[in-house]
């Protein structure tokens, strides 16, 4: 029977939002791979007691500050582990391999470079993804939607989904090259159509329907990792299927009533948190949210955010 371990790991970013990682030893379980620091929770632990002790060990800072960042479920041929983790806000000290082990900073768009246990590699993406998910509305015009992209660019959108059913294929794709020139190397822009599109925007990441979900059933991954992959979902299924697919991230809605889906029956905080808790990704929560609910996103579980009305710079 396998053994069961609460770990705990942090995010630990410095004054030049640089994450630091630290090198297993050889002569340990998976070693040779890069980790985010912590360790095992000892009996009569809370997980952020844990965390703090673990931080002094391992690389002499004192934890000041931390939020819950993601909590991932991950079994191993030999164990189960429980890895709650804390994204470390503040902290007094210089960081160094306090027990020997070699510790790097290194900038968020490089962590994908690094070789990491399994039961890291979500919160490689939840480390690279903001709390924030602009998406933009339906029934405006091409004009309208570059302008309002570029004002919530400069407001600081770092996640930009493109949502424009309405417009046609070749004006999707134009406005779609467009806004891919204005995000380079300021936010991550995500696309959502068809998937024969994919080669003819090699940059964009992808945002699968609940639709495409279900048509991918049983398939692989359709795009190549390392270029972010995303599915919006509604419920514990479509939840399940996102993770067969090895999706980066997903939207779970409705949260709350919505002006544009009035007719859904919203899921509530409860289930939202409950439905957070069997899935092992980033979720942006998603249905009449807006900044404002954005604590109470995270306090469940969620990534952030993730808003049409509620980001949208423009009046609709």
């Given at each position: 029977?396998?053994?069961?371990?609460?770990?705990?790991?942090?995010?630990?970013?410095?004054?030049?939002?640089?994450?630091?990682?630290?090198?297993?030893?050889?002569?340990?379980?998976?070693?040779?791979?890069?980790?985010?620091?912590?360790?095992?929770?000892?009996?009569?632990?809370?997980?952020?007691?844990?965390?703090?002790?673990?931080?002094?060990?391992?690389?002499?800072?004192?934890?000041?500050?931390?939020?819950?960042?993601?909590?991932?479920?991950?079994?191993?041929?030999?164990?189960?582990?429980?890895l709650d983790v804390y994204e470390v806000l503040d902290f007094h000290g210089e960081a160094y391999g306090a027990e020997g082990q070699e510790v790097r900073w290194v900038a968020t768009s490089a962590l994908p470079e690094y070789q990491f246990p399994a039961a890291n590699r979500t919160i490689v993406s939840?480390?690279?993804?903001?709390?924030?998910?602009?998406?933009?509305?339906?029934?405006?015009?091409?004009?309208?939607?570059?302008?309002?992209?570029?004002?919530?660019?400069?407001?600081?959108?770092?996640?930009?989904?493109?949502?424009?059913?309405?417009?046609?294929?070749?004006?999707?794709?134009?406005?779609?090259?467009?806004?891919?020139?204005?995000?380079?190397?300021?936010?991550?822009?995500?696309?959502?159509?068809?998937?024969?599109?994919?080669?003819?925007?090699?940059?964009?990441?992808?945002?699968?329907?609940?639709?495409?979900?279900?048509?991918?059933?049983?398939?692989?991954?359709?795009?190549?990792?390392?270029?972010?992959?995303?599915?919006?979902?509604?419920?514990?299924?479509?939840?399940?299927?996102?993770?067969?697919?090895?999706?980066?991230?997903?939207?779970?809605?409705?949260?709350?009533?919505?002006?544009?889906?009035?007719?859904?029956?919203?899921?509530?905080?409860?289930?939202a948190q409950a439905l957070l808790r069997q899935f092992n990704a980033p979720v942006f929560l998603l249905g009449g949210l807006t900044e404002q609910e954005l604590a109470q996103a995270r306090a469940v579980g969620g990534q952030g955010v993730a808003a049409i009305r509620g980001f949208w710079p423009q009046?609709?």
């Amino acid at each position: 029977m396998s053994k069961r371990v609460h770990v705990v790991a942090a995010v630990i970013r410095n004054a030049k939002q640089q994450i630091l990682l630290a090198l297993r030893p050889s002569d340990k379980h998976m070693g040779g791979l890069w980790e985010f620091p912590g360790g095992k929770c000892e009996a009569g632990e809370s997980p952020q007691q844990a965390l703090a002790r673990e931080l002094d060990e391992e690389l002499g800072i004192v934890m000041a500050a931390a939020q819950p960042l993601i909590q991932v479920r991950h079994n191993y041929p030999d164990v189960h582990v429980l890895l709650d983790v804390y994204e470390v806000l503040d902290f007094h000290g210089e960081a160094y391999g306090a027990e020997g082990q070699e510790v790097r900073w290194v900038a968020t768009s490089a962590l994908p470079e690094y070789q990491f246990p399994a039961a890291n590699r979500t919160i490689v993406s939840a480390a690279q993804l903001p709390q924030k998910y602009f998406i933009t509305p339906e029934g405006v015009s091409v004009e309208q939607l570059y302008s309002g992209a570029e004002q919530a660019l400069a407001a600081g959108c770092e996640l930009l989904q493109l949502r424009a059913a309405h417009l046609p294929k070749l004006e999707y794709q134009a406005l779609a090259r467009r806004l891919q020139a204005l995000c380079a190397g300021r936010a991550h822009l995500m696309l959502k159509g068809e998937l024969a599109w994919l080669a003819e925007l090699p940059e964009a990441g992808w945002h699968l329907t609940a639709q495409q979900l279900h048509e991918f059933s049983g398939q692989q991954r359709p795009i190549a990792s390392g270029r972010w992959l995303a599915a919006s979902c509604h419920d514990a299924q479509e939840l399940a299927l996102a993770a067969a697919l090895e999706v980066d991230f997903v939207t779970l809605s409705p949260v709350l009533p919505t002006q544009t889906h009035p007719h859904a029956e919203p899921l509530g905080w409860d289930m939202a948190q409950a439905l957070l808790r069997q899935f092992n990704a980033p979720v942006f929560l998603l249905g009449g949210l807006t900044e404002q609910e954005l604590a109470q996103a995270r306090a469940v579980g969620g990534q952030g955010v993730a808003a049409i009305r509620g980001f949208w710079p423009q009046r609709l």
